[in-house]
């Protein structure tokens, strides 16, 4: 059973920074693609960033460009969101995703099959 468990969430002041691990288990593929999400209460979830396995090829949604960067450990189990400037619209709940699926690796969440509970960023002014 595929498993994803975020963590690294927190209360930070604008200009601040956090980092979002999300530990994964439960499969064994070499294709995969990861995404961060992340959604406050009343809005639709929002694309963050995504990775593909084995590629590294990255993509971003356009109010994160140049502040967020999305990585993966040498063994390509955890997944990280770097958060750097952070302002208070980027308060939300953040949540990781994964999909097994042919295809590219968009930051679209109907794309995605797995999803993990979330991990709760608020930023302050």
């Known amino acids: 059973q595929v498993q994803l468990v975020e963590s690294g969430g927190g209360s930070v002041q604008a200009g601040g920074s956090l980092r979002l691990s999300c530990a994964t288990s439960g499969y064994d593929v070499t294709r995969r693609c990861m995404g961060w999400f992340r959604q406050v209460p009343g809005k639709e979830r929002e694309g963050v960033a995504t990775i593909l396995r084995p590629s590294g090829i990255t993509a971003y949604g356009d109010s994160v460009k140049g502040r967020f960067t999305i990585s993966q450990d040498s063994a390509k189990y955890t997944v990280y969101l770097e958060m750097n400037s952070l302002k208070p619209e980027d308060t939300a709940m953040y949540y990781c995703?994964?999909?097994?699926?042919?295809?590219?690796?968009?930051?679209?969440?109907?794309?995605?099959?797995?999803w993990g509970q979330g991990t709760q960023v608020t930023v302050s002014s």
């Open positions: 995703a994964a999909t097994f699926r042919g295809g590219n690796c968009r930051t679209v969440p109907s794309d995605f099959d797995y």
